[in-house]
C-alpha cells in the first residue's frame, strides 16, 4: 500500500495562475481532507470530504475549490493563486472507524506564490 | 468555536524529561491525539486519549484530564531523533480534528 500520495511535491506560482494539487490514497477511506501548515499556526482545515461525491468547507476555505470525484482522489484547485496562500498544503484520510484510528497524511506540497 | 493551546517551544538535554502540555475548549469532545512531525515532514500518529488518565508507549506517555481540559505528552529519555514538533489535537464532532500551533521541541547534546 502506498498509503497518502500527494503531487507535485514542489510548485512555485506567479499571482493570478491557477493549479490543482492531487491527492490519492489507495486503502479505501471514506473521509479525505485538505489542510495548510503556516509556521506557528499549527494544521488549518481547508475543506473535506465524507465521501465519493461530496465536499464540505473547513476552516479556512476561501480561495479554493475541491472535487471528489473518484473515492480514492481529493482534488485542491487554486483559480487565480495569491501571495498569502504560500504554504505547505498536506492531504489526510480517515478510515472513520473510531477510536485511535485516525487521520492518515500524505507527505504534502510545498506552494510559493510570487 | 475551537481553541487549542501549547506552548511554541521547548529545549531540553538528550537523556533528560520534556513534558508538553495542551490546554484546549471545544464544543464536544471525542478524543485528543498527538502527533510527531519532523520538519519537512508529515505529521505522524503518537497518542491517543479519550478517558482520563496516562497512556504509556514506551519512552511517551500521554495524559488527559477531561474536567480540565487538558492534557500532556510527556518524552522521556531524550533523544536527538526526538527534536520535532509535537502538535496536539482535539476530535469533536464528527471526524474533524482541531490542531494546535504545535511545540517545537529542540533536543541538546
Known amino acids: 500500500n502506498a498509503g497518502v500520495t500527494q503531487t507535485p511535491k514542489f510548485r512555485v506560482l506567479k499571482t493570478g495562475q491557477s493549479m490543482t494539487l492531487l491527492c490519492a490514497q489507495d486503502?479505501?477511506?471514506?473521509?479525505m481532507y485538505w489542510y495548510r501548515q503556516d509556521p506557528g499556526m499549527g494544521l488549518r482545515l481547508i475543506h473535506y470530504?465524507?465521501?465519493?461525491?461530496?465536499?464540505a468547507k473547513g476552516e479556512v476555505p476561501d480561495g479554493y475549490n475541491v472535487s471528489r470525484l473518484k473515492k480514492q482522489n481529493f482534488l485542491l484547485g487554486l483559480e487565480s493563486a495569491a501571495p498569502s496562500q504560500t504554504s505547505v498544503y498536506f492531504c489526510?484520510?480517515?478510515?472513520?472507524?473510531?477510536?485511535?484510528?485516525?487521520?492518515?497524511f500524505g507527505p504534502g506540497t510545498r506552494l510559493t506564490v510570487l | 468555536g475551537q481553541n487549542i493551546d501549547q506552548p511554541t517551544e521547548m529545549t531540553a538535554t538528550e537523556g533528560a524529561i520534556v513534558q508538553i502540555n495542551c490546554t484546549y475548549q471545544t464544543s464536544g469532545f471525542n478524543g485528543l491525539f498527538w502527533y510527531q512531525q519532523h520538519a519537512g515532514e508529515a505529521p505522524t500518529f503518537l497518542s491517543y486519549?479519550?478517558?482520563?488518565g496516562l497512556e504509556e508507549k514506551g519512552r511517551f506517555s500521554s495524559f488527559l484530564s477531561r474536567s480540565k481540559g487538558y492534557s500532556y505528552l510527556l518524552l522521556k529519555e531524550l533523544q536527538m531523533k526526538d527534536s520535532a514538533s509535537y502538535l496536539c489535537a482535539v476530535r469533536a464532532a464528527g471526524n474533524k480534528l482541531t490542531f494546535g500551533g504545535g511545540t517545537r521541541v529542540l533536543v541538546k547534546p
Open positions: 486519549n479519550v478517558l482520563d
Open positions: 486503502m479505501n477511506h471514506e473521509y
Open positions: 489526510a484520510s480517515d478510515p472513520t472507524s473510531g477510536g485511535q484510528d485516525t487521520q492518515y
Open positions: 470530504s465524507v465521501g465519493e461525491g461530496t465536499t
